[in-house]
DNA sequence: TGCGTCTATAACCTGGCGGCATGGATGTGG
DNA sequence: CCACATCCATGCCGCCAGGTTATAGACGCA
C-alpha cells in the first residue's frame, strides 16, 4: 500500500494543531486541500483518523498510533535523502554550500582559499538560494552546509554556529525624506509600505519587517520579492522600503537606494549551519567559516564602517 | 521532498534486478513508465541513480547508499500501517480474518465458534478475497490472519501454520468428454483450454495451472477470473476448465460443472497465515484453528468423501 | 437573529501516471 | 553483412488526483 510522504506530513499537522484551518496555514494549503487529502489517507487505510467536530480535529485511537510514528518515518527518509545526496557529492569531491545573498561577504572568498587550502582535491560549489527558501537548501539536503542570516526557520534543527553580528539598517529610495537624515528611528517607519519575502517564509520574513519591535503596529506590504535584484528594483522604484543588515550598503549599492542606520532594531548575525556533524569535510569547512571567517569578516568589517 | 513509496518500491526492484524491462514485469507496469519513474526519482533527488547501458541499469555510488536503506523504509512503513490498522480494529474488539473463497470449509464456522468462546467480547470478521489478491489483504495489513491455499506468493514473509492437505480435481464442463471418466491424468488436460487467474498473481496462477507439472507445455488460457462466480460460469459455459481443491466439489457444485480426480498433480493444502505474533488475539485465533480446524476438517472430510 | 468558527462539498483546471507504439543504440547469429 | 534480439528512451493520449475558489452546513455565542 503505498502513501505519499506528502500525505504523512499533512496528517501530522493536522493531528498536531488539532485543527484543519490552522493546519491548512501552516501547510500553505487551502483548507479544502487538506480535508481531501485527510479523508484520502483515511480511505487508503480504512480507518477513521479523526472525530471530526465543529470544535476541530481530534484523533482517534488509531489515529494515535499512526500519530505517534509518523515523525519517525519522516525523520529516517530524510536522513536517507541526505545520505543519498551526500553520497553524490562526497564521490564527485564536492562540498555543496548555499547561502543567501545577503549572508556572503568579504570573508566568503578566505572561507573558500582556507578550505582548498586544507581539503585540496575538494571543490565548494556555492549555491545562491532565493529568499523563498530560507534554509537555502540544507532542509532538502541539498546543500551540506550554508551561510545564512540568523535567525532562521528551522533553526533548530541543525548544527549553528555564529559568524558574525551586525545591526540592522533601512534601504530606502534615494528620493524618500527620510533619506536625507543620518539616523533613523525605528519608530518613524512603522507607517511606510514595506518590501517583503514571500508569505511562505513564516516568521522569516516577519523578522525583516521587524513585527515584533511594531509594538503591534501592523506592516503595509508594498511588494514582494525573492532575490535581492527584484529587492533593489522594488525599493528604487519607490515601492517601499526594507530592513537590510548594514553590509548591505556595500555589498548590495544601487543607484537610487540609500542606507542609514536605524535605532530600535535589533541586529541581525551571519552563521554557518550544518546538518551532519559526523562528515568530517563539512566539519573542515565550519572550521574555516570560524577560524578566517570571524577574523576575515570583522577586518573587514572594521575597515569599510 | 516528498515522495510516494511507489517511487521508492519501484526503485528497489530496479536496483535488484539490474534490468528495467524484468523489473517493469515484476512491478506490472510498462517498461515505459518504469523509465518514467526512475528518471522522476533522480530529478526529484537531483542525482544519478543508475549507468545506463544496453547491458541494463547499474547503480552508481549514491543510488547504492539508497538502496541499501529503502528496504528497511517500506518495511518500515509497512509496520506502521499494520499497527494503525490494528489499532483500529483492537479498539473495536474485532478479529479481522480474510480468506480465500476456496480456503474456507466445513471447518470454518467450527473455528470461529472456538474464538468465540475463547474470546468473549470479540468478534470475528470474515472478509472474502478474490483470487487478485493472493494473501487476502496480509499483505496490505487488511486483516490480521488469513485463510489460503498454500503455498502463496509471498508466503516465506509471514507464520503460516498448514491446517490440512487435499488433492487437487479438475472442474470441466458437464458436457465435456472427460467429464464421463472416473479419474483423469493430468497429461490429457495439457491441450485444454485453462480458466486462469489474472497474471498480476504471478506464480500463484502459474500453480493453478500446474504449469510445473507439464513438461513445458505453455497451457491455453481460455478465460480469466477473479471470484468462484466468474469461475464457475466460465467453466459451466464452456470456456475451459480448471483444477480446483477437492473440496470445491462439496462448495461450489453447480449444474453444468463437474469435478473429478486427477492423478498427476501435487496435492494442495489449507492454511492459517498472520503478520504479528505478538498479538495474543491471534494467537488465540490460530490455536483455534489448529485445535478444532484439524480434526473438524479432517472429520467433515472423511464424512462426505 | 446574525456572526464567527469549524469542516464538507461543488465546479473547475492542471499536471502527472499509465498505456501503446515506436525509435535508437548495440551486440549476436545465420 | 544483414536481420534480429535486447535494452532503454520518446511521443502521444486518456484519465485521475491534487490544487484552487466559492459556498454550504453545523453549531455556539452575543
Known sequence: MDVDTRLLRYFAVVAEEGNLTRAAQRLFVSQPALTKQVKQLENLLGVRLFTRSRAGMALT?????????????????????????????????????????????????????????????????????????????????????????????????????????????????????????????????WDEPFVAAAPETGWWRDYWLATDEREGTRPRIGAVTDTPDDWLSAIANGYGIALAPESAARFYARPGVTYRPVDGVTPTQVGVAWADDTNPVVRDFVKCCLGCGASGALHAEGHQA
Chains 1, 2 share one sequence.
Open 61 to 189: 485511537e488509531p489515529g494515535r498510533t499512526l500519530a505517534e510514528r509518523v515523525p519517525a518515518l519522516l525523520t529516517d527518509w530524510d536522513r536517507v535523502l541526505r545520505d543519498t545526496k551526500g553520497a553524490a557529492s562526497r564521490a564527485a569531491r564536492v562540498l555543496r554550500v548555499g547561502f543567501l545573498a545577503s549572508a556572503a561577504n568579504e570573508a566568503t572568498p578566505e572561507i573558500i582559499a582556507a578550505f582548498a587550502r586544507r581539503r585540496p582535491g575538494w571543490r565548494v560549489e556555492m549555491r545562491q538560494a532565493t529568499w523563498s527558501n530560507p534554509s537555502a537548501g540544507l532542509s532538502d539536503s541539498d546543500v551540506d552546509a550554508a551561510l545564512l542570516r540568523l535567525p532562521f526557520p528551522g533553526q533548530e534543527n541543525w548544527h549553528v554556529e555564529v559568524l558574525l553580528t551586525e545591526p540592522r539598517w533601512v534601504a530606502l529610495p534615494s528620493a524618500h525624506p527620510l533619506a536625507a537624515r543620518d539616523r533613523i528611528e525605528f519608530r518613524e517607519l
